[in-house]
T-cell receptor
Framework: SQQGEEDPQALSIQEGENATMNCSYK?????LQWYRQNSGRGLVHLIL?????REKHSGRLRVTLDTSKKSSSLLITASRAADTASYFC????????FGAGTTVTVRA | DTGVSQDPRHKITKRGQNVTFRCDPI?????LYWYRQTLGQGPEFLTY????????KSRLLSDRFSAERPKGSFSTLEIQRTEQGDSAMYLC?????????????FGSGTQLSVL
């Protein structure tokens, strides 16, 4: 079984808009990570947030973590067509466990 | 740094045949992971190595699956007597696990189709 669950399953937005996706998980974690996967390719690490952090930024990405609610969100600002991909949260105890992902489509 | 490479990229086989996949991790990385991913799902953990030691195998991994990492370098994943349910993308990832905050670097995967 997978640790994290992303919501929504799919998201379609216009270029320039913001995209927000959420992740809920079940057990205690050391950190939570977000990865991107383009169609038919491997996953690429985007950002890591530790369990004692509440918010982190990297370029156009903003991640929040609420350990009391066991949830995280990923915000992509000013989306581009190249952001079209599947996004996965992954929780780390001693190994990474992935959710089913959110598929984001950015329309030009 | 050439990244994680996997070979082959695609494999089509008939049910009952054996297949073997290879993964070459980033050279200085001490951990190597195998995941399996089916369409519309996230990667599912199969097994991982620290150097040459296989530290954990998922309960998803039947006796038909075996993985090795001789000398702590490249790794192979073999599936014996393949079944149609084995059709999936097999992903390899490596990492440098030292003081936590372990990030995985993935290969492009091997897409297996069992006919």
């Amino acid at each position: 079984s997978q640790q994290g669950e992303e919501d929504p399953q799919a998201l379609s937005i216009q270029e320039g808009e913001n995209a927000t996706m959420n992740c809920s998980y079940k057990t205690s974690i050391n950190n939570l990570q977000w990865y991107r996967q383009n169609s038919g390719r491997g996953l690429v690490h985007l950002i890591l947030i530790r369990s004692n952090e509440r918010e982190k930024h990297s370029g156009r990405l903003r991640v929040t973590l609420d350990t009391s609610k066991k949830s995280s969100s990923l915000l992509i600002t000013a989306s581009r067509a190249a952001d079209t991909a599947s996004y996965f949260c992954a929780t780390a105890d001693y190994k990474l466990s992935f959710g089913a992902g959110t598929t984001v489509t950015v329309r030009a | 740094d050439t990244g994680v490479s996997q070979d082959p990229r695609h494999k089509i086989t008939k049910r009952g045949q054996n297949v073997t996949f290879r993964c070459d991790p980033i050279s200085e990385h001490n951990r190597l992971y195998w995941y399996r991913q089916t369409l519309g799902q996230g990667p599912e953990f199969l097994t991982y190595f620290q150097n040459e030691a296989q530290l954990e195998k998922s309960r998803l991994l039947s006796d038909r699956f075996s993985a090795e990492r001789p000398k702590g370098s490249f790794s192979t994943l073999e599936i014996q007597r393949t079944e149609q349910g084995d059709s999936a993308m097999y992903l390899c990832a490596s990492s440098l696990a030292d003081r936590g905050d372990e990030k995985l670097f993935f290969g492009s995967g091997t897409q297996l189709s069992v006919l």
